[in-house]
């Protein structure tokens, strides 16, 4: 049985910094891709970033390019998600997802339950 557990989440100040974490279990973690989402108040749940099996290939959506960075480390099964920069309109819950496959094809097989970022003004 797949686990995914955030970690990192909290409130943080416009322009502050918070570095999320995503603990896997269950299967072979090098063998898959892994990714984050988020869902803001009211809003559709979208993709934010993600890594392919080794860390080397990496996506992210357009907009948030430049301030977020994702990397893994297969050695602890954790994946994280550095946001540097935050604005008040990063506020979401950030969710952790395990791929389909090695390399990322937007296919999701889990998702974590979720981690609350809260930017203030």
């Known amino acids: 049985q797949v686990q995914l557990v955030e970690s990192g989440g909290g409130l943080v100040q416009a322009g502050g910094s918070l570095r999320l974490s995503c603990a896997a279990s269950?299967?072979?973690?090098?063998?898959?891709?892994m990714g984050w989402f988020r869902q803001a108040p009211g809003k559709e749940r979208e993709f934010v970033a993600a890594?392919?099996?080794?860390?080397?290939?990496?996506y992210y959506a357009d907009s948030l390019k430049g301030r977020f960075t994702i990397s893994r480390d297969n050695a602890k099964d954790t994946v994280y998600l550095q946001m540097n920069s935050l604005k008040p309109e990063d506020t979401a819950v950030y969710y952790c997802?395990?791929?389909?496959?090695?390399?990322?094809?937007?296919?999701?097989?889990?998702w974590g339950k979720g981690t609350l970022v809260t930017v203030s003004s």
């Open positions: 997802v395990q791929g389909s496959g090695y390399s990322w094809n937007g296919g999701v097989d889990y």
């Open positions: 269950g299967r072979t973690f090098s063998r898959y891709a």
């Open positions: 890594v392919s099996g080794t860390g080397i290939t990496r």
